[in-house]
């Protein structure tokens, strides 16, 4: 079965926006990646200062492959931007991180269930 990568990324209430607007900027970028299945970008509503940017992958390797890859190459560009800055600007001085800090949390899928219809 698939399996669940979750990031949660501790943003400041002025850097809600940013944060959502750079992450806004880039859209389809994780979306071409072999074996990737669902991304969402998950804002608290009460009582955390905590987004959850939830991917889901068809395995371990495909999310290591994208990680090696793509997405190491747009952090090695944005130089280690937790908030998801887009990559490079011509060598103009980087935005500083939207978040703070940053946790990543892996589970793998047991149990599912589709909208019944």
């Given at each position: ?5 979750i ?21 389809g ?31 371990e ?57």
């Open positions: 079965m698939s399996i669940v990568k990031n949660a990324l501790t943003v400041p209430d002025d850097q809600r926006e940013v944060l959502e607007q750079r992450f806004a900027a880039r859209k970028f994780v979306e071409s990646a072999d074996g990737f299945e669902w991304f969402e970008l998950l804002r608290p509503l009460e009582g955390s200062d905590r987004y959850l940017v939830y991917t889901r992958w068809r395995d390797e495909s999310f290591q492959a994208w990680m090696n890859g793509p997405m190491k190459e747009a952090h090695q560009q944005a130089k280690g931007d937790d908030g998801g800055a887009g990559a490079g600007d011509g060598g103009a001085e980087r935005p500083k991180p939207a978040a703070t800090g940053s946790e990543t949390w892996s589970f793998e899928v047991v149990q599912q269930a589709p909208p019944k219809k």
